[in-house]
């Protein structure tokens, strides 16, 4: 089971990319984060073993809410998401520490299948 926490700022957002994640019985949803200090704390609690972090948050954005949560919990992994593939957005990310980048627009089949390369080995 990979147990993954969703950070995003967009409550419909959430909802639909929770929809489509436990469709798959090797992905378990444990927390959902409205911006990047609610994620740190989620992610100290519920110890997820991937975070899809939206990049463009109020308060603590994704780059600053990675870069923590890497100094906190070395071993998760950040898949930074965001509405654009800018290059610039893309390498900052991954600057501060995302596993990968994915845009919004991706098909949730390419998302599952990240979450799942990036988690802990499932038999």
């Known amino acids: 089971m990979v147990r993954v926490l ?3 700022d967009n409550a419909r ?6 929809r489509l994640l436990e469709r798959d019985s090797q992905i378990e949803v444990v927390a959902e984060a409205n911006n990047g200090a609610e994620a740190l704390e989620l992610a100290e609690e ?19 809410a990675t870069l923590e949560l890497k ?3 070395p071993d ?3 898949l930074m998401l965001s509405v654009a593939d800018k290059e610039h957005e893309i ?25 799942k390369r990036h988690g802990p080995e499932i038999d």
């Open 6 to 8: 969703l950070a995003d």
């Open 13 to 18: 957002f959430r909802s639909l990319l929770r």
């Open 46 to 64: 519920h110890r997820p073993d991937v975070v899809l972090m939206d990049l463009s948050m109020p308060g603590v954005d994704g780059l600053e």
């Open 71 to 73: 100094s906190r919990i």
């Open 76 to 78: 998760v992994a950040v």
């Open 91 to 115: 390498a900052a990310g991954l600057d501060s520490g995302a596993s990968e980048f994915l845009v919004k627009g991706t098909p949730a089949a390419d998302i599952v299948a990240a979450i």
